[in-house]
């Protein structure tokens, strides 16, 4: 590596080539004040806040886009240095509003703080400074422009790093003001990141003005419970309220390098509800009432053992949410095994493909790192939406666009909200997504690049013909070929709809076959992730929270129960009532049960019906770790303690497994990582109390270059498109909802608003509906109505339906059966 | 949140396309495109500057940035004669804001304004690069110079 040496103030340091004034500065631990420097974006120089004396340099020079050279002198406190950043503090401050005491960022502002350090202690301005009225940007985002000064830290955020460009400045000098625009392609994503981004207190968030003065929270480093890309975060709290959250803090830093989406940020209030339960509840003559642990304990103990002896352990069952915490999932598996000697465990609601088929097994074997995408030349995003599934992987992918690394390739009916970010955008018709994949892209590489002579010969189809099935031509597959074999790092990521995909088992030989030709090749590396839904997914698929040998998975336990065969059910942080295929009918399995334990931190439909309800605390309340989806175990560290008698999982769990008779003598979330560690492959190295601020990957025993085979898919025909006004329908996560907790955060339901069936704006004209109009989904066994949201990038023939609103029955209209998922569309 | 609000007829944007897909593909061709859209339209509309936006997947702050920033691009329909008095330094010390005054009051409108009928607009701009002629103001073109406010109110006058 090329470095150069400078002396700062009379010390010298070595640093790479490249590195700015400001960076070595800090390097030797001289603070050097800025406004508009944001490592992660191109410098710009708007603020001058950063000046310093470079010998042999006329003037004053702006360290955070002066790049340091071979015997450079740098001064940062010199009498001239020192009179600049007064003067630019007191130009500042003309227009700037001296009241930090009434400014929700006094405590914590970037101009408060430097002019303390730097600024002039009296203005020789006292004309009158300019006004403007605060305004709400949106639900979450109020500005002030009173108070900007004008850096332009957050327009930057939200295009270069969010890739959105909602924000921008309009007018020039000192007209210059902050605005957002909805409109063309962009909508505000309420990701929060330009609030983190502002250094005063022009943005501030709506949620969390005035609740607190910063110096007065306590903070608490955590790891956000919502989706699986393990964002980090710090909680903020008082007593035992969350009152904000922010990207996770280093001390010391203003700005933070990670980031959170919307339900990061704000996704957080269901925490505070006062509907938490706080006791266990007994079903007694017919009605919940509060009981002790003690008596809960017992009458579920009793409950169990008594079913298990007359039934056998084969009568039943756990449900177990991917939500929950590593520690909770692992008791749960050894209850199920150890102590109620049951094969019946499950952690999938949705039969969301069966995680048995022999090509995801190897293609999740060993995931890529989140990290792995910033420096991946070729990024191919398969079968999801990933700026509403994944947002923050989409922060990654954009990020290494912007730095001109990586080139992306995304294979997906629709549009994925990455813009002008994609190099290559291969839009198959719904339905033939397997055949763009297994023939497409596959047979595209034979023809560009050296692969494999003997998998050559297996595929004998042409382009045309996989262009006629797809609608995609043929050069674009050579191209993004192209691009895929040049690349020395390749990483390919795939989502929730190939496993939710009418042919999922060929969808994904297909991913298997092009992993399989790549890694044939001499040149480039290619890691693969599967994308999963929730934040301990990936811990729950490692943990093997699934059926034992002839269990039952969740649809057969319902099955089961309906014939009286299961006679106990133990819920654990699921809503079935809500969340699973047709919902009536799950309501009469589940009246059958003789005894229902349902253990959330809400009394959801599900716990209504329970004869026994536990109450669970929150993630920030809870020590555990979650399995990101790329392999990462974070550790929750608790915020405040529980409220009342809510217990974390794993402690009830604990607690059960001794009301029956078995003391695990487990005291800790430590205690049971140790026990996972001996019991549970990949786990060796994780520790909860050895985990740190980072985090430790698992360690996975299959290479990272995984041994997939060549699959035969020869029979596959793509999907015959529906036509007419029948509809495929895709239920999808919104960026806002993706779970039941979702459904408690105020917040986000403001974002989210009302629930929408989105179609293509093709089929809309085709149909003549227009947006907002009121259509009704109808099947065989049922329909229902909702307002239309008409889109431009959507593929044809299908009906895009955003799950878990709970308005939105869109589980009653299908059966647990049926993987295709058809509907008639009405207008009205 | 600005609020762009669609005008009741509907745009004919078949022309903007033609113009758009005349650059599609390459960049750093915005300023052009708006240029050539507002000789179009006469200004920038709202419809305009969203067909732009989706089109050529800008987005739309940026689009804004750029419009607000050139005195040369204009958001709402001007008049038919557009006047601009120059208020610089040294119009300015020659009385130009009294000039000012009388446009403004004669027109019943003030700096960045249209009249209702649309048949004037008017903008106060500082220095037209002609000091020596100070007070300066330019009509539809035109160049006056040595102005004074009775001049001024003349010329209004006489082009009714
Ligand atoms: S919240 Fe995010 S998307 Fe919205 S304006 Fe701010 S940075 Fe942009
Ligand atoms: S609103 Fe904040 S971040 Fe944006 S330009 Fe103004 S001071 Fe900078
Ligand atoms: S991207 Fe996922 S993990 Fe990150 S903040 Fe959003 S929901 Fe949480
Ligand atoms: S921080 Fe260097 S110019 Fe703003
Ligand atoms: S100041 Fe009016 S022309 Fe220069």
């Known amino acids: 590596m090329n470095t150069v040496t400078l002396t700062i103030d009379g010390k010298t340091i070595t640093v790479p080539a490249g590195t700015t004034v400001l960076n070595a500065a800090k390097k030797l631990g001289i603070h050097i004040p800025i406004f508009c420097y944001h490592g992660e974006l191109e410098p710009i120089g708007a603020c001058r806040m950063c000046l310093v004396e470079i010998e042999k340099m006329p003037k004053l020079a702006i360290s955070c886009a002066t790049v340091a050279s071979e015997g450079m002198v740098v001064y940062t406190r010199t009498e001239k240095v020192l009179k600049a950043q007064k003067g630019m503090l007191e130009f500042l401050l003309i227009n700037h509003p001296l009241d930090c005491p009434v400014c929700d960022k006094g405590g914590e502002c970037e101009l408060q703080d430097n002019t303390f350090s730097f600024g002039p202690a009296a203005s020789r301005f006292d004309d009158l400074k300019r006004r403007y009225v605060k305004r709400d940007l949106n639900e979450v985002i109020r500005l002030d422009m009173n108070r900007c000064i004008m850096c332009r830290r957050c327009v930057r955020t939200c295009a270069d790093l969010h890739g959105e460009g909602v924000l921008g400045v309009v007018e020039r000098g000192f007209r210059s003001e902050i605005d957002m625009f909805k409109g063309g392609e962009t909508e505000c994503t309420y990701c929060g990141d330009c609030i983190e981004a502002c250094p005063v207190g022009a943005l501030t968030s709506i949620p969390f003005r005035f609740k607190a003065r910063v110096w007065e929270l306590k903070k608490t480093d955590s790891v956000c419970a919502y989706c699986a890309d393990g964002c980090r975060m710090t909680l903020e709290t008082r007593e035992q309220e969350i009152l904000r959250v922010r990207d996770r803090l280093t001390p010391g830093e203003y700005l933070s390098t990670e980031h959170l989406c919307s339900k990061g940020h704000f996704g957080f209030d269901y925490v505070n509800k006062p509907e938490r339960l706080r006791t266990p509840l007994l079903r007694k003559n017919g009605q919940l009432v509060p009981v002790s642990w003690e008596e809960a304990f017992e009458y579920a103990a009793k409950e169990l053992k008594r079913i298990k002896e007359v039934q056998g352990g084969k009568s039943i069952g756990i449900l177990a949410s991917p939500r929950l915490g590593t520690e909770d999932l692992f008791l749960a598996k050894k209850l199920a095994g150890d102590i109620l000697e049951t094969p019946n465990l499950d952690h999938l609601l949705t039969p969301l493909g069966t995680f048995e088929d022999d090509s995801f097994q190897r293609l999740a074997a060993h995931p890529a790192k989140l990290e792995d995408i910033e420096v991946a030349q070729a990024i191919v995003v398969i079968g999801t939406d990933i700026s509403q599934s994944n947002p923050l992987a989409r922060l990654r992918i954009i990020r290494s666009s912007y730095r001109n690394i990586g080139k992306v390739i995304t294979l997906y009916p629709h549009d994925m909200g990455l813009k002008g970010y994609v190099s290559h955008e291969l839009k198959p018709r719904f339905g033939s997504e397997p055949s763009a994949v297994g023939f497409g892209l596959t047979r595209a590489l034979t023809e560009t690049a050296p692969v494999n002579a003997e998998i050559k010969s297996r595929l004998n189809n042409t382009l045309e013909q996989v262009s006629q099935e797809t609608g995609i031509d043929a050069p674009f597959f050579l191209e993004a070929a192209k691009t895929l074999a040049g690349a020395e790092r390749r990483v390919i990521l795939f989502g929730r709809e190939v496993l939710s995909h009418p042919q999922r088992n060929e969808y994904l030989k297909a991913i298997e076959n092009l992993v399989t030709l790549l890694n044939s090749l001499e040149n480039g590396i290619t890691r693969v992730s599967w994308l999963p839904e929730y934040n301990n997914s990936r811990g729950a698929y490692d943990l093997g929270i699934k059926p034992g040998e002839k269990g039952l998975a969740f649809n057969g336990m319902m099955e089961a129960a309906t014939r009286g065969e299961l006679k106990a059910l133990y819920v654990i942080g699921e809503n079935p009532m809500v969340r699973g295929y047709c919902p009536e009918e799950i309501k009469a399995s589940l009246g059958k049960l003789d005894f229902l334990m349902v253990q959330d931190l809400f009394l959801t439909e599900t716990a209504q019906l329970a004869h026994l309800v536990l109450p669970a605390t929150s993630f920030a309340e809870k020590d555990s770790t979650y399995v990101a989806g790329d392999g990462l175990a974070q550790k929750l560290t608790p915020a405040f303690s529980p409220k009342e008698d809510a217990r974390a999982d794993w402690y009830i769990l604990a607690g059960l497994a001794q009301a029956m008779g078995t003391d695990w003598g487990l005291i800790s979330p430590a205690d049971i990582m140790t026990l996972a560690a001996k019991e549970i492959p990949g786990f060796q190295m994780i520790d909860n109390s050895k985990l740190g601020r980072d985090g430790l990957y698992l360690d996975y025993p299959t290479p990272e270059k995984l041994p997939t085979q060549w699959q035969e898919i020869h029979k596959y025909t793509p999907l015959v498109p529906l036509t007419d006004n029948r509809f495929d329908v895709i239920i999808e996560n919104n960026l806002f909802h993706s779970g039941s907790l979702s459904r408690y955060a105020t917040v986000l339901n403001k974002l989210s608003g009302a629930a929408y069936v989105q179609i293509s704006r093709m089929d809309a004209k085709r149909l003549n509906l227009s947006e907002g109009q009121k259509v009704t989904l109808s099947t065989a066994r049922g329909r229902f109505s909702l307002p239309l949201k008409i889109r431009k990038h959507q593929g044809a023939g299908t009906l895009i339906v955003p799950s878990n609103f709970t308005e939105v029955p869109i589980f009653n209209l299908f059966s647990k059966e049926e993987t295709r998922h058809q509907v008639e569309l009405i207008a009205g | ?160």
Do not use: W
């Open chain 2, 1 to 160: 949140m600005s609020q762009v609000s669609m005008q009741s007829e509907p745009l004919d944007l078949k022309p903007l396309d033609e113009i758009l897909s005349e650059y599609a593909g390459r960049t750093g061709t915005l300023i052009t495109i708006l240029q050539r859209a507002q000789e179009i339209y006469g200004y920038l509309p709202p419809e305009v500057l969203l067909h732009i936006a989706e089109r050529g997947d800008i987005p739309l702050s940026q689009i804004y940035g750029v419009v607000t920033f050139y005195s040369q691009f204009y958001l709402t329909r001007r008049g038919k004669h557009i006047i601009r008095q120059c208020d610089g330094t040294a119009c300015h010390v020659r009385g130009a804001g009294k000039i000012v005054d009388v446009v403004e009051h004669e027109l019943n409108i003030v700096d960045g304004e249209t009249t209702p009928d649309y048949k004037y607009s008017f903008e106060v701009v500082y220095c037209l690069g002609s000091c020596g002629l100070s007070p300066v103001a330019v009509i539809d073109d035109t160049v006056y110079g040595r102005l004074s406010p009775e001049k001024m109110a003349q010329m209004l006058k006489e082009m009714h």
